[in-house]
């Protein structure tokens, strides 16, 4: 039996990504057909597979897209050359 897609289910996986061990303001979730999908940046890959896990493993059922992208915390190791 798959847990079913609706407004509660993500005002409860929205509230667990800000409350306790997980802590992220800006993180997003938005349904999408029959999976829900985590939007919003983070500091590094490891911090957002930690996430996806643990809402994965809270919720085993939903289909989860994890859509999270990296904010660049350091200045670019590149030049970037302007023709």
């Known amino acids: 039996m798959s847990t079913q897609l609706d407004e509660y289910l993500e005002a409860e996986i929205q509230s667990m990504l800000t409350d306790?061990?997980?802590a992220e303001l800006?993180?997003?979730?938005?349904?999408?057909e029959h999976?829900?999908?985590?939007?919003?940046?983070?500091e590094?890959?490891?911090r957002r597979d930690e996430i996806?896990?643990?809402i994965t493993e809270?919720?085993?059922?939903?289909?989860?897209?994890?859509?999270i992208g990296i904010t660049r915390a350091q200045a670019p190791s590149d030049v970037e050359e302007i023709s």
């Open 58 to 67: 809270r919720f085993p059922d939903v289909e989860l897209v994890c859509d």
């Open 20 to 22: 306790g061990r997980i």
């Open 26 to 32: 800006g993180i997003t979730v938005h349904r999408r």
């Open 52 to 54: 996806c896990r643990q």
């Open 44 to 46: 590094s890959p490891h």
């Open 35 to 42: 999976a829900l999908v985590l939007g919003g940046e983070v």
